[in-house]
């Protein structure tokens, strides 16, 4: 079984796990890793990005399925953004976009091996 990576984004304080696989092996990993069923809300075949438990620290999980690309790497890595600035009550905004942009390339540049 694969495993995840993990990313500790020390700014913020926020683990993030990510894995590119097929679906059936992410949902397998979430369950083993974390004890909880893949939430999958966005109904992706592609990617998700999710957020769970890790005793009792709130971590985020990011998956790519085996064929995905760039595109789907950029697009994952902003949900990740986008769920953890709102989380810490930002919106996206003219005021608050730089944020945004730099935490999305932080995560996008730890992230991009996946796609080898």
């Given at each position: 079984?694969?495993q995840?990576?993990?990313?500790?984004?020390?700014?913020?304080g926020?683990?993030?796990?990510?894995?590119?696989?097929?679906?059936s092996?992410?949902i397998?990993?979430?369950?083993h890793?974390?004890?909880?069923?893949a939430?999958?809300?966005?109904?992706?075949?592609?990617?998700?990005?999710?957020?769970?438990?890790?005793?009792?620290i709130?971590?985020?999980?990011?998956?790519?399925?085996?064929k995905?690309?760039?595109?789907?790497?950029?697009?994952?890595c902003?949900?990740?953004?986008?769920?953890?600035m709102?989380?810490?009550?930002?919106?996206?905004?003219?005021?608050?976009?730089?944020?945004?942009?730099?935490?999305?390339?932080?995560?996008?540049?730890?992230?991009?091996?996946?796609?080898?």
């Open positions: 079984m694969k995840f990576r993990h990313l500790y984004i020390e700014l913020y926020i683990n993030v796990y990510y894995v590119k696989c097929n679906r092996e992410y397998r990993m979430v369950k890793e974390f004890g909880e069923d939430d999958m809300k966005r109904g992706s075949v592609r990617g998700s990005c999710e957020w769970y438990k890790d005793r009792d709130v971590v985020g999980v990011m998956w790519l399925h085996e995905a690309d760039i595109g789907q790497l950029v697009h994952e902003f949900h990740m953004v986008h769920e953890f709102q989380s810490l009550g930002f919106t996206l905004s003219d005021s608050s976009e730089e944020a945004y942009a730099y935490l999305i390339q932080h995560v996008f540049k730890k992230t991009k091996g996946l796609l080898k």
